[in-house]
C-alpha cells in the first residue's frame, strides 16, 4: 500500500512539473507575441536653414529608397549604410509638414 502512495505523489508532482512547464511556454509566447523586429531608419537631425533649405541626417543599418513629401513638392533619394547628410530646396515658408516614406516605415516631421 505504501508503493502506491509513493508511485501517485511521483506522478502528481510529474503531471505538475508538466503544467508548469506548458504554462511557461505560453507566457513567454504570450510577451513576445505582439514585439516587431525589423530595422529602421533614424532621422538624427532635421533643420530649417535660411533660404528655405533643409537639412537632414539619416541613420540606417541597410541601404533603402526614400521619398520625401513636403505641402510643395516631392524628391526622392537613396540611403546608403550608415549615416548620411542631405540638402533639399523646400522653397519659401515659414512652416513644412514633411513625411519621410522608407520602404517599411513611414516618419513625420514639422519644421519652422
Known amino acids: 500500500m505504501q508503493t502506491l502512495d509513493l508511485l501517485s505523489q511521483v506522478l502528481f508532482v510529474a503531471l505538475m ?3 508548469l512547464y506548458v504554462l511557461y511556454k505560453r507566457f513567454v509566447r504570450m510577451l513576445t507575441r505582439d514585439r516587431l523586429h ?5 532621422i538624427t537631425s532635421c533643420a530649417l ?3 528655405g533649405r533643409l537639412l537632414v541626417a539619416v541613420e540606417s543599418a541597410e541601404e533603402s529608397a526614400c521619398t520625401l513629401k513636403w505641402n510643395g513638392g516631392e524628391e526622392t533619394f537613396d ?3 550608415g549615416r548620411k547628410e542631405y540638402v533639399f530646396e523646400l522653397g519659401k515658408g515659414d512652416a513644412f509638414e514633411l513625411e519621410f516614406n522608407f520602404p517599411n516605415q513611414v516618419i513625420r516631421r514639422r519644421v519652422r
Open 17 to 19: 512539473a508538466m503544467l
Open 38 to 42: 525589423g530595422v529602421y531608419a533614424q
Open 79 to 81: 540611403c546608403p549604410k
Open 49 to 51: 536653414a535660411e533660404n
